[in-house]
């Protein structure tokens, strides 16, 4: 016979069962680490996410290290490893990571400001340059990010191959430049003629982003202005850059990182707009096979360098 003494007594214990359950997660990983990959300079990437490490501190209980990735390969082979628990990658870098074997799953994307996913790979040139497409730039020096980025890299390279252009037989020079705001500089200051960024929207872009803060100036000194710049390629659109845990975290604990990141924009809406200049709209549920049509991506690009060599 169900009394309501044994109905307690029930719910007493499942109250038990998920508090020790939490705990022995927490035992097991008192501290994590989560990665970003190096969209911009270390320092940047710190002061971005300083405040949002410490919330999702305080959400999950534990000690959350930020770990600034030296380059995109950094968060695929430190997730690789278990090193990194937590990884913000670019979409190529996380299909690469899938497709090379890592264990790691998406769990949130990020999502723009009109609700989007998704964004742009585009080839910027001064605009006081007298280049106005892509065909007049042969011979000359082009600016790409990391062989694992997106924007900077796979997609240039795809929309290219569209246009019949083989870059490293087409242009003089095709220098990796290690973070999209190297690229814009390089670009800048004459290092390179025309270079690959990521891009959003007119006013939200790695450009903009670095023209408000003052960072782009020219061979002289000047400091430079949207203006003096021109977009003279767009590519079709990107599905948005994903967070990704190691799949093998347990169950309780990932659902604990997913949450803290949904609640994030609710419950610390400082630290939250501070990753985006408030440009973002809160995260939203993300999965694998969401990211199947870059993993193809990344295939077609690296079928082009093989014929190339």
């Not at 990665?35 to 410490?54: D, K, L, Q, W």
């Not at 534990?62 to 082979?77: C, G, P, Q």
């Not at 870098?93 to 790979?121: E, H, M, P, Q």
Request: hydrophobic fraction near 40%; avoid cysteine; aromatic fraction near 10%.
């Amino acid at each position: 016979m169900i009394t309501r003494r044994l109905i307690l007594a029930g719910a007493a214990a499942l109250t038990f069962a998920g508090s020790a359950s939490a705990e022995d997660w927490k035992t097991k990983y008192p501290e994590i680490t989560f990665a970003v990959i190096p969209a911009e300079n270390g320092s940047g990437v710190t002061e971005r996410y300083g405040p949002f490490i410490n919330y999702l501190s305080k959400e999950l209980g534990i000690k959350v290290t930020l770990r600034v990735a030296n380059d995109y390969a950094a968060v695929i082979e430190g997730q690789r490893a278990g090193n990194i628990h937590i990884g913000y990658y670019g979409p190529a870098s996380f299909a690469r990571a899938r497709l090379t074997g890592v264990k790691t799953d998406a769990f949130v994307i990020d999502v723009n400001a009109d609700g989007s996913k998704g964004y742009y790979s585009v080839f910027y040139v001064l605009a006081k340059s007298p280049y106005q497409k892509i065909e007049d730039l042969k011979g000359k020096n082009l600016g790409l990010v990391d062989p694992n980025s997106t924007s900077g890299n796979n997609m240039p390279r795809f929309k290219l191959n569209a246009l019949g252009i083989d870059p490293d037989a087409y242009f003089s020079k095709v220098l990796f430049t290690g973070s999209h705001e190297n690229a814009v500089l390089a670009l800048a200051q004459g290092t390179v003629d025309v270079a690959a960024n990521w891009w959003n929207a007119d006013d939200d872009s790695n450009l903009t982003r670095m023209l408000n803060k003052g960072m782009v100036k020219s061979s002289d000194g000047t400091v430079m202005k949207k203006e003096d710049f021109r977009i003279i390629v767009k590519s079709d659109l990107i599905i948005n850059s994903p967070y990704a845990y190691l799949s093998d975290l347990p169950d309780d604990m990932k659902a604990a990182i997913k949450k803290a990141f949904l609640d994030a924009a609710q419950k610390d809406p400082e630290a939250f707009k501070k990753l985006s200049d408030g440009k973002n709209k809160p995260w939203e549920p993300i999965a694998n096979d969401d990211y199947n049509k870059t993993i193809d991506l990344i295939k077609f690009v690296d079928a082009l360098r093989k014929k190339a060599s």
